[in-house]
């Protein structure tokens, strides 16, 4: 942010803009550390402040200035792909892991998280909870809606939450991310925010996280396709119900309150040991093995979280961005097959 925040071009900006511009800025300002250092406000933002977003964007997801995504779930023809298209960690020596492919969604009709007032966070809900009654209705589907709203008729209990933060399926209380926190989008906790989830807990939907929603699959096996393709299906299930909209960009794909999301929306994940990589109680060294293979490297409980027990780490590939939903699921099988070449190699230097 920093780096391509241009005071020429923000001296060209009306007395608003500039204000909203700032804004956007908020938590790169307040928090040095920052690798990205901005979040959109509104849907429109990455339009509306394209000269300084599209240097931004370029900078992190290494694309020209004028780069535009596109959005595309088809497998066929994508590079990696084995012949019969199934990406089945099996096939690479691997035991059953904890899979996750989820994207990031905002609707069209709202502030984005970061402006939102309480009652735009309250009234999404309501909104939402419409649709999961739509959900709850279809057999494939089914469960139910958790509210930490206060006074919300679905509102669960401090337990009942804690619970479902420790089996890895509702987010954590987002003030203790002092970006997020920085930004606004954090505000207002814990109106407006809660987590529909399937009757198999496979399938989830985050409401009011750093997104308005964040739509996931979950599941434990060795075949990627399984948690792509559900999730391809449910999104558009979501997507169809009527009056839900989604934010899109007409350059830049789907729209999510942080640049790095944006494009897809999408982070697909294992949970899988590194033992002989993290041999020294850290992620270290998988980070260093990692970054060229273009996996991000993450603890078990999130972003900012410790690597688990038997050197557990969560590995993503890092693109979002002018790249497609199908690649990025092909990109973690290949990416996985070179790491787990890595972890090999390590553990025969140690036991030599
Ligand atoms: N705003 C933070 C930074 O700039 C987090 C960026 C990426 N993480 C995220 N959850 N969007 O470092």
Not at 52 to 76: G, P
Request: aromatic share 8%; charged share 25%; net charge negative.
């Amino acid at each position: 942010m920093a780096k391509h925040f241009d005071a020429d071009y923000y001296n060209t900006l009306s007395d608003d803009d500039k204000k909203a511009l700032i804004k956007c800025c908020q938590s790169g300002i307040d928090n040095g550390d920052s690798g990205m250092g901005c979040y959109a406000m509104q849907p429109a933002d990455y339009d509306r402040f394209k000269p300084f977003f599209s240097k931004v964007l370029a900078d992190y997801h290494k694309v020209s200035e004028d780069a535009k995504h596109t959005n595309n779930w088809d497998l066929s023809g994508v590079e990696g792909l084995p012949a019969d298209g199934c990406l089945d960690l099996a096939a690479l020596g691997l035991p059953a892991l904890s899979m996750r492919v989820r994207v990031g969604r905002n609707l069209a009709d709202f502030p984005l998280p970061g402006a939102m007032t309480k009652d735009d966070r309250v009234n999404l809900e309501k909104k939402m909870c419409e649709a999961f009654d739509k959900l709850k209705a279809m057999p494939e589907y089914g469960g139910g809606y958790n509210s930490l709203t206060p006074e919300h008729p679905d509102h669960i209990s401090e337990e009942a939450y804690q619970q479902l933060v420790k089996d890895h399926i509702m987010f954590k209380d987002m003030a203790a991310d002092p970006y997020l926190a920085s930004a606004g989008i954090a505000a207002d906790w814990p109106y407006g925010r809660g987590c529909y989830v399937s009757e198999d807990r496979g399938f989830i939907i985050w409401v009011g996280e750093e997104d308005h929603l964040r739509i996931m699959c979950m599941r434990k096996g060795t075949v990627l396709n399984e948690v792509f393709d559900r999730l391809k299906t449910a999104l558009d299930v979501v997507n169809d119900i009527e009056g839900l909209s989604f934010a899109m960009s007409p350059d830049y794909g789907v729209v999510t309150s942080c640049p790095t999301n944006l494009g897809t929306g999408m982070r697909a994940s294992v949970h899988i040991g590194l033992p002989n990589l993290t041999a020294d109680g850290t992620d270290a060294k998988a980070k260093e093995v990692c970054r060229p293979l273009g996996l991000s490297v993450r603890g078990i409980g999130g972003e900012h979280t410790p690597i688990g027990e038997g050197g557990v780490c969560d590995i993503s590939p890092s693109a979002r961005f002018c790249i497609t939903e199908a690649q990025i699921i092909t990109a973690l099988y290949t990416g996985i097959k070179l790491l787990k070449e890595e972890e090999d190699k390590a553990g025969e230097a140690s036991s030599a």
